[in-house]
Structure formats: C-alpha cells, structure tokens
C-alpha cells in the first residue's frame, strides 16, 4: 500500500503563497496519477490538480488555472502543489491522493483514489 504525508500548509494574507508537498512510499511508479483535492468547512471534497508520475502531465480545476502549479520529483516520491495568489476562497484543508490509472475525468473523482495523506491545513485571510 502507498503511503501518504502532505505538508507545507498555513496561514496566510491574500496574495501569498504557499508550496504543499505530498511525499509518498510503496508502489509510486507505476502508471499512477497523484491529486490534490481540497475540503473546506460545510462542502464536499473538490478536486485542485492532478499529475502523472510518467510524463508529468497536468490536470487544473479552473478556479485554480493560472495560479497553481502541480509537480512531481520522481527521484524523492514527491509531489508539489505551488499555490501563488491565494484568495480567501482558497481556505481550506488540502489532501494528497494516489490512484492507478491515467489523467482523465475520473482523476477529478476523489473515490477513484486509494490512499491518502491526512491533509494539510491552508488558511488565507484578508
């Protein structure tokens, strides 16, 4: 099984930035698609990014595009969510998932994923 920590959360004002990380062990290597989603007070889990550990390919929502940016350091099972120009919408604790499979719709679907870290908190105030 996969292993999953995130790190990197806090406070901040609006206009910062924050880098999260999610460092994963176990079977990372294998044509698996690592998410951030994240879950604010009262609403459902809602997908942010997705990456692809092969190829690196990208997958925003679009109330992130221009100002998040999703990696991944194959070397060190790590993947980065870079988050500049936060917004007060933008509160919310953020979770790393894994799944085995590709970069498609069911990427968005937080019950696609197997395992998962047990999040990080971001808070951003105005």
């Known amino acids: 099984q996969v292993q999953v920590v995130e790190s990197g959360g806090g406070s901040v004002q609006t206009g910062g930035s924050l880098r999260l990380s999610c460092a994963t062990s176990?079977?990372?290597?294998?044509?698996?698609?690592v998410g951030w989603f994240r879950q604010a007070p009262g609403k459902e889990r809602a997908f942010v990014a997705a990456?692809?550990?092969?190829?690196?390919?990208?997958l925003y929502a679009d109330s992130v595009k221009g100002r998040f940016t999703i990696s991944r350091d194959n070397a060190n099972n790590t993947v980065y969510l870079q988050m500049n120009n936060l917004k007060p919408e933008d509160t919310a604790v953020y979770y790393c998932?894994?799944?085995?499979?590709?970069?498609?719709?069911?990427?968005?679907?937080?019950?696609?994923?197997?395992?998962w870290g047990q999040g990080t908190r971001v808070t951003v105030a105005s």
């Open positions: 998932g894994v799944q085995n499979g590709v970069l498609n719709i069911a990427a968005k679907i937080p019950r696609t994923y197997h395992s």
């Open positions: 176990g079977r990372t290597f294998s044509r698996s698609v």
């Open positions: 990456v692809t550990w092969s190829g690196g390919n990208t």
